[in-house]
């Protein structure tokens, strides 16, 4: 059981980069704990601390005029590495949801596994919304899961997004995809007794 | 009803199909190293679950251990403790384990086809997006999260959306001294860094056709860095050549048994996919890349885009990516200085990328002042860069061999390069700090590794 998700209305972080690569949400040094805690200590680590670890003024993370418990990034977040620990770093920062015009595909599956929601928008209402956080720090965006809507409350401009209406039961209740598959390991039986397969054993010799 | 190779893999694996189209689909194989999968045996123990299946599931460290050493305690405890939990997870709960100095060690997507672990028509996962690379031998093979490595361990389903199909046919021939590794970059390059997302990739065509075995899995294997899903290619005699006698392929009567259902893993003549997009290998170049994604690559004697030539949402990206890389828009690559050569990696750490380095470096010296870290991709591959004396040609050229590991590649270990310097790796990655923090990364093949190692500078290896 996870938290469940169901409308924000929330201040924004922009990042208006496109292409963040997952090494820049959590570096690979850092990757190194064998539990889902602290990660978000050093979220975008190298862009938000220099070398002797003083923050970097310029880096959004360190400006207290933006906050929020929603990312708005440019295309293509998420690119690259499938560490699920980019995940946990922007939930573990605070982040309950990250808007872009696309989202690299594991980034995604791993983001809405932990509670966490991609909402994809349209190219115009991103830069539409980025326009309007750049004019007033304080524009407020309502996002709706069930309704499946996001509205820019500076301009009352509201877009439809998808997402598969599963994924969307299990953050709306708080479920994640192995209390489904544990309820459906008859069938997993059934399937592998009717499909015949070279011998697969692997030993540890 | 024709049908893609995908298609033809990914029917055989459902187990269910929700109302919304979500798969519940089979996996043959996992494959666990020590950095994805810690949190997703703590999570099976949690709710007091055993692997489901522990003889599809196979553990290998090599994200986070040294290249030097291995006989020895690793030095760093924090790298330590997660290989030990590796090795101890795949102790308690008898699952295959090939740890430091084992035989099978190595890079997990090297040591997969190596061993005749990945075969074709499986659908295989791992916690790490080049698992695409196993792709190469006509398998489904994608990169997951470690709360889907979690699934699988509990249940060998994960629950997925089917992809889109892309096929990418490459005609034609390649010319002298274009390697695989040129051959992506190539595509990538065109493609751009998100170009494929949401898509699952088939390589075709005769240059593909024409290519080993080791460089389809170097082809596969940087499927995601134009962002796709996965990449695969049809087995043929190729793939059944490099298959047959490896540990864990099948044997005897068996093997005659799958030789002829692989054989039925091919697209249809019709088989409709949703993208399909042409490349001549004719115009292909030893690429280099100048930015900070894959995608920005371009051939060796070519220059480095002018800004008017880059989009406007995208300059932002492409200046603070020249920036970090001290370079200029319109700049020719040839002749930067490099400080740093890594050799190695699943994308080139097999035997042919150690015979194409050796043979630009053979009788050459290695530049002096550079470092050079040269790293087999497998146990397997160390020993035979030895059998066959390559060993020794890279020793009288002034270089040293280390041992297996993921290495500089993601640089979780001690192989970093310094800040503000400038490395030509074979690698698959040049994201901002990715081979240690401010460290600038050249990509490019074997040949043009060797022949910066050999120069000091970015030099086009036909010219040697």
């Known amino acids: 059981m996870r938290n469940t998700f169901t409308i924000l209305t929330s201040t924004c972080v922009p990042l208006p980069l496109e292409n963040v690569d997952t090494d820049q949400i959590i570096p690979a040094r850092f990757l190194k704990a064998t539990t889902r805690e602290g990660f978000g200590d050093n979220l975008f680590r190298d862009w938000r601390y220099d070398e002797s670890g003083h923050p970097r003024p310029g880096f959004v993370l360190n400006q207290p005029t933006y906050k929020g418990d929603i990312l708005v990034a440019g295309k293509n977040f998420g690119s690259g590495s499938s560490r699920e620990h980019a995940a946990w770093a922007i939930t573990g920062y605070g982040f309950r949801a990250v808007v872009s015009s696309f989202f690299a595909d594991i980034f995604k599956n791993n983001s809405m596994n932990n509670g966490l929601l991609p909402v994809v928008v349209s190219p115009e209402f991103l830069s539409e919304l980025f326009a309007s956080i750049e004019a007033d720090a304080g524009t407020q965006l309502t996002i709706d899961l069930p309704a499946q809507t996001l509205t820019n409350q500076a301009t009352g401009r509201s877009e439809h997004f998808d997402i598969n209406a599963y994924k969307k039961d299990c953050l709306v209740n708080g479920l994640d995809d192995i209390d489904y598959l544990l309820a459906n390991k008859e069938k997993i039986e059934r399937y592998e007794s009717l499909v015949t397969s070279y011998k697969l054993q692997v030993t540890s010799k | 009803m024709k049908k893609t190779l995908f298609e033809k893999i990914w029917e055989r694996h459902i187990v269910d199909t929700l109302p919304d189209g979500t798969t519940q689909l089979y996996i043959d194989r996992l494959y666990c190293h020590e950095v994805t999968s810690p949190q997703a045996f703590a999570g099976l123990r949690e709710r007091g679950l055993k692997p489901f299946r522990p003889g599809r599931i196979t553990c290998v460290p090599d994200h986070n251990v040294p290249t030097l050493n291995q006989d020895k305690p690793i030095e760093d405890p924090v790298s330590r403790k997660q290989v030990d939990t590796l090795e101890k997870n795949a102790t308690d709960f008898g699952l295959a384990y090939y740890g430091l100095q084992h035989p099978r060690n190595g890079i997990v997507h090297v040591v997969g086809p190596e061993n005749g672990l990945t075969l074709p028509g499986m659908t295989i996962v791992c916690g790490d997006s080049h698992t695409s690379t196993h792709g190469a031998l006509g398998a489904i093979a994608f990169g997951i999260g470690t709360s889907e490595v979690e699934m699988t361990l509990a249940t060998q389903c994960i629950m997925q959306r089917k992809p889109r199909t892309m096929r990418i046919t490459l005609d034609g021939q390649l010319r002298a001294g274009v390697t695989a590794k040129d051959i992506a ?206 060993d020794a040609i890279l020793t009288e050229a002034g270089f040293a061999l280390r041992q297996p590991g993921c290495s500089a590649c993601l640089a979780m270990n001690d192989d970093k390069v310094p800040a503000g310097r400038y490395a030509v790796s074979t690698s698959n990655r040049n994201f901002e700090g990715r081979q240690g923090p401010g460290a600038r990364t050249i990509l490019a093949g074997p040949l043009v590794a060797a022949a910066a190692a050999v120069t000091g500078k970015i030099t086009d290896p036909r010219t040697l």
């Open chain 2, 185 to 390: 970059l190539y595509i990538i390059a065109r493609m751009t860094t998100g170009g494929a997302t949401g898509y699952f990739v088939e390589y075709a065509g005769e240059a593909i056709r024409q290519a080993t075995m080791e460089e389809r899995l170097t082809i596969c294997n940087l499927s995601i860095e134009m962002g796709a899903r996965g990449g695969m290619i049809a087995p043929d005699a190729v793939t059944f050549e490099y298959l047959k006698g490896r540990a864990f392929a099948p044997r005897g009567a068996e093997w005659e048994k799958a030789r002829v259902a692989w054989q039925n893993l091919y697209s249809d003549e019709g088989a409709v996919f949703d993208k399909e997009v042409h490349f001549c290998a004719e115009d292909i170049d030893p690429m280099v890349t100048y930015g900070t994604n894959p995608g920005m690559g371009i051939g060796i004697r070519e220059a480095i885009p002018s800004l008017d030539s880059i989009d406007e949402a995208g300059r932002i990206s492409f200046l603070k990516a020249l920036d970090y890389m001290g370079f200029r828009p319109g700049e020719p690559m040839l002749g930067k200085p490099v400080d740093y050569v890594f050799l190695g990696s699943c994308t080139n750490g097999r035997i042919e990328d150690f015979r194409a380095f050796a043979s630009i470096v053979k009788g050459r010296r290695k530049a002096s002042g550079l470092t050079a870290w040269l790293v087999p991709g497998s146990r397997q591959v160390e020993q035979q860069i030895r059998a066959e004396g390559i």
